[in-house]
Nanobody, 121 residues
Framework: QVQLVESGGGLVQAGGSLRLSCAAS????????MGWFRQAPGKEREFVAA????????NYADSVKGRFTISRDNAKSTVYLQMNSLKPEDTAVYYC??????????????WGQGTQVTVSS
């Protein structure tokens, strides 16, 4: 019932910034928790950040705390990931995820197609 489409990825230099967007379609967007995950070549998908349906609760992986900010605009059915002070280690395909009644995990019900983020040194 929910479709997710990511955008905003690209190539940036270390120390730069990038903002990812995840546009959702479907009537249940405002009732689901949203999150971002990433997957580097040859590695497993890992958690990056998540936000509750109300926006009141936010969780971040230790590796991105203080640098990344997750937010959502339910009126626009969009979730954002503002990434600052980017490092080469942040290079990965970033995926938007959504789930009902709980924060999303790697077993989330809904997933976007992914957007590539490459950070050069």
């Amino acid at each position: 019932q929910v479709q997710l489409v990511e955008s905003g990825g690209g190539l940036v230099q270390a120390g730069g910034s990038l903002r990812l967007s995840c546009a959702a379609s479907g009537r249940t967007f405002s009732s689901v928790a949203m999150g971002w995950f990433r997957q580097a070549p040859g590695k497993e998908r890992e958690f990056v950040a998540a936000i509750s349906w109300s926006g009141g609760n936010r969780n971040y992986a230790d590796s991105v705390k203080g640098r990344f900010t997750i937010s959502r605009d339910n009126a626009k059915s969009t979730v954002y990931l503002q990434m600052n002070s980017l490092k080469p280690e942040d290079t990965a395909v970033y995926y938007c995820a959504a789930d009902s009644n709980r924060m999303p995990t790697t077993q989330a019900k809904y997933w976007g197609q992914g957007t590539q983020v490459t950070v050069s040194s």
